[in-house]
């Protein structure tokens, strides 16, 4: 696994909050998976095996709302939302992120 791999994965909740908050619309894993390669233009790939089980975490803890969308007997898939906690937990999160980038970028000497 590369570096941005890595990163990416400590990332993912972060990342998936801010996309559906964005979009204002609920989203299905697989739809979730490839806006999110979009929006990075390609320099992140999220695979079905990250995406899924990150999906239930956030479920659980209480991050993601979710239902299923279908009729029963056709294929079914399962559409997720954030939730008020979820919203909370985004604003926490990119508060923390930009202190963290504002340190690195001092850090190594990238700050204008």
Known sequence: MDTLDQ?????TTLAILK???DTGASM???QLARALESRSQGSFQFKEGLI?????QMEQEGLLQSEWEGEQGSRRRKIYWPT??????LAEELQQWRA????MDQLLGLGG
């Open 7 to 11: 990163m990416r994965k400590g990332t």
């Open 52 to 56: 899924y089980p990150r999906l239930h």
């Open 28 to 30: 299905h894993g697989y």
């Open 19 to 21: 996309l559906l908050v």
């Open 84 to 89: 008020a906690e979820g919203r909370h937990r």
């Open 100 to 103: 963290f980038s504002l340190g």
